[in-house]
């Protein structure tokens, strides 16, 4: 299970991060402010994606 989630995973926080970025360009948020942003999303995205594989493992 963990060899097709974890690939998906980097592909998902790859894809958020590319998303996050034209956020950041569109909303014109300052470049001071941009790596705060980064962090919270990529926290965030990390915690749904352990307790969701979390729950696929269990269930």
Known sequence: MA???IPLAVI???YIN??????CLQRE??????????RTINV????LLI???IEVLFT
Do not use: A, C, G, R
């Open 51 to 53: 307790t969701s594989y």
């Open 12 to 14: 998902i926080l790859f």
């Open 29 to 38: 948020i300052p470049e001071e402010k941009q790596p705060i942003v980064f």
């Open 3 to 5: 060899l097709y989630f």
């Open 18 to 23: 590319k998303l996050t970025n034209t956020l």
């Open 44 to 47: 965030l995205i990390t915690i």
